[in-house]
C-alpha cells in the first residue's frame, strides 16, 4: 500500500535552517505532484507548497514564499523542504502528500503522519 | 488569496445524526473543492474532491455538494469513527488554501 514517511523535524532556533524529507513507497512517485501541508499546534491545515511531477513547476503559501524550497528525486522517491530563516510561526506539525492523479495533482490524496518542527531559542 | 469559511466551527452530535457542514469561498471556486477528515495523531484523509465525488475507500454516507462558492458535506449518519475535524480546500488557484475547519464532536 502506499506510504508516505517524512523525516527531519527537530527543534531549530529562529532564523536557523531545517530541511524536511518525505519517502515514498507504493507509488510510482515519479508520476505525482507532491504537496506540503503543515498544522500548528492547536490550529487548523496550512498549505504550504506544491512540486509538479517533474519537478519543473513549484507555488508556495504566502508565509513561506521565498524562504522554504520545495524539491524532489524521482530516482530516490524522496520530496524535500528546505527551510530558511525559520520563525516561531513556523512550529508545526508537516505532512508531505501525493495530489491525486486525475485532477491536475491538486487534491490531496495519501498523507504521511507528518514529522514536528518547533522553532524556539 | 481565496479565503474559505466553514459553519459551523463545532457540531455537537450523537451517533446516527445526520450532520451537515457548509464551506463559502470568497471567490468562486467552480468544482474545484475537496474536504478532509483529521483525527489527532493520524493522517489526514480525502473524502471528496472536485465538490462531490467520493475518494476511493470513503463510506457512501458521506457525500458532497455545491459549486462556485458554496459547498457542503453531509454525514448521512453519524458513526462512532466520524468523530473528527473535517476542512475544506480550494484547489482553483495558488495558492491553495482551507477552510478553518469544523470540529465534530459527541
Known amino acids: 500500500q502506499v506510504q508516505l514517511v517524512e523525516s527531519g523535524g527537530d527543534v531549530v532556533q529562529p532564523g536557523r535552517s531545517l530541511r524536511l524529507s518525505c519517502t515514498a513507497s507504493g507509488i510510482i512517485f515519479g508520476d505525482y505532484a507532491m504537496h506540503w501541508v503543515r498544522q500548528a499546534p492547536g490550529k487548523g491545515l496550512e498549505w504550504v507548497a506544491i512540486?509538479?511531477?517533474?519537478?519543473?513547476?513549484?507555488y508556495y503559501g504566502d508565509s513561506v514564499r521565498g524562504r522554504f524550497t520545495i524539491s524532489r528525486d524521482n530516482s530516490k522517491n524522496t520530496l524535500s523542504l528546505q527551510m530558511n530563516d525559520v520563525r516561531a510561526e513556523d512550529t508545526a506539525l508537516y505532512f508531505c502528500?501525493?495530489?491525486?492523479?486525475?485532477?491536475?495533482?491538486?487534491?490531496?490524496?495519501?498523507w504521511g503522519q507528518g514529522t514536528l518542527v518547533t522553532v524556539s531559542s | 488569496d481565496i479565503q474559505m469559511t466553514q459553519s459551523p466551527s463545532f457540531v455537537s452530535a450523537s451517533v446516527g445524526d445526520r450532520v451537515t457542514i457548509t464551506c463559502r469561498a470568497s471567490q468562486g471556486v467552480k468544482n474545484w473543492l475537496a474536504w478532509y477528515q483529521v483525527k489527532p495523531g493520524k493522517a489526514p484523509r480525502l473524502l471528496i474532491y472536485a465538490a462531490s465525488s467520493l475518494q476511493s475507500g470513503v463510506p457512501s454516507r458521506f457525500s458532497g455538494s455545491g459549486y462556485g462558492t458554496d459547498f457542503s458535506l453531509t454525514i448521512s449518519s453519524l458513526r462512532p469513527e466520524d468523530f473528527a475535524t473535517y476542512y475544506c480546500q480550494q484547489a482553483t488557484s495558488f495558492p491553495f488554501t482551507f477552510g478553518p475547519g469544523t470540529k465534530v464532536e459527541i
Open positions: 512540486i509538479w511531477f517533474d519537478g519543473t513547476i513549484k
Open positions: 502528500a501525493s495530489g491525486l492523479p486525475n485532477y491536475e495533482g491538486y487534491f490531496l490524496d495519501f
